[in-house]
């Protein structure tokens, strides 16, 4: 079909063929995308769906990152790595979020290509920062509660600190170079974002940001629950049997849940990826399917499950929470609050 004359006004509105059915992301522009169609009714609806998804994922989590920064209490080795978690899950509510509910509501990347690699970009580092974080914190439990003797002078805060910023440096670099390798443009319109990976970057990314890291998280909380069991079995015992309980076994019994809480996180983090992982492997090229961002849109909703989780099995988050909100983080005395339940 001809394309109409576009007038002044024209360029600001989507382009209509002669039906009047088709529109385009930038009608100016003859290899421009096709315009998705929505009712202004179902434009609304999602509009508002993920403004309320995204501000929760990031309130929750700036509950998470203040709690564990203002508190002395909670100036953890192990806190460390959850408030690294929460900075990452933060990310992907703060930037993430939005800009990928803009592209799936208007249906065209209207950003640019040099911010759609800087997307894919923070993304990526989000994700992979997350996993690694996850990784260092399946390490710190193992020794906790395997190596307790060990745990207070192997896992310090200097080496927990320096650790995480390596982390977070290693996993820009590797972003870094898939985003590079990637090309752009050569199979899409105008107006879409999509990056193609090569198959061997495939390959490797799979390894290297999932089935790695999952089967050492994976191999050392087996490893955790089955010590913690053993050591719950001798508290136990012992505090049947009438005989006292000394101070480093109920540390212990408190590891064994720490470990089993975050174990849980683990647990939902992997569960949530695996199907965008699957779905990545089988079609790279169709991703804005219906399928691939229901499970794309899981993996986000992930990053606001983890203050949830906190919240149910975390006591130091609820008393934390209440100070905030409260506004009585303010007082100078409130730094060596005591956040025991």
Not at 171 to 193: E, T
Not at 282 to 303: G, H, K, P, Q, R
Request: aromatic share 14%.
């Amino acid at each position: 079909m001809e394309k109409k004359v576009l007038t002044e006004r024209g360029l600001l509105m989507a382009y209509e063929t002669e039906d009047h059915e088709t529109q385009y992301c930038f009608p100016a522009i003859n290899s421009s995308c096709i315009k998705g169609k929505r009712s202004t009714h179902e434009y609304n609806i999602m509009y508002v769906f993920f403004s309320l998804l995204s501000a929760w994922t990031v309130f929750l989590n700036l509950l998470v990152i203040i709690s564990i920064s203002h508190f002395k209490k909670l100036h953890t080795p192990t806190n460390l790595l959850i408030l690294s978690l929460a900075v990452a899950d933060l990310l992907i509510g703060l930037i993430v979020m939005p800009i990928e509910a803009t592209k799936l509501i208007e249906t065209c990347w209207y950003f640019g290509d040099t911010f759609c690699r800087l997307f894919f970009i923070i993304f990526g580092l989000c994700f992979v920062a997350s996993l690694s974080n996850l990784v260092l914190i399946a390490v710190d439990r193992y020794v906790a509660v395997c190596h307790p003797l060990l745990y207070p002078q192997k896992i310090t805060m200097t080496r927990t600190l320096i650790i995480v910023y390596i982390c977070w440096f290693c996993s820009f670099a590797y972003i870094i170079a898939i985003v590079i390798s990637m090309s752009n443009r050569k199979y899409s319109c105008y107006g879409a974002c999509t990056l193609m990976i090569s198959f061997a970057w495939k390959i490797t990314d799979l390894f290297m940001s999932f089935l790695f890291p999952c089967t050492v998280i994976i191999t050392l909380y087996l490893r955790i629950f089955y010590v913690a069991q053993q050591q719950v079995k001798v508290i136990n015992s012992l505090s049947k049997s009438g005989k006292c309980v000394t101070e480093g076994s109920v540390r212990r019994k408190s590891e064994s849940k720490a470990a089993l809480t975050l174990g849980i996180i683990v647990t939902v983090y992997i569960f949530c990826w695996i199907p965008y992982f699957i779905l990545t492997l089988i079609d790279n090229t169709e991703m804005a399917s219906t399928t691939a961002y229901i499970l794309l849109w899981i993996t986000y909703i992930n990053s606001g499950l983890n203050p949830l989780i906190y919240a149910l099995f975390y006591p130091w988050f609820k008393i934390s929470v209440k100070h905030i909100l409260t506004l009585k983080v303010l007082k100078p005395s409130s730094l060596h609050l005591n956040l025991s339940p």
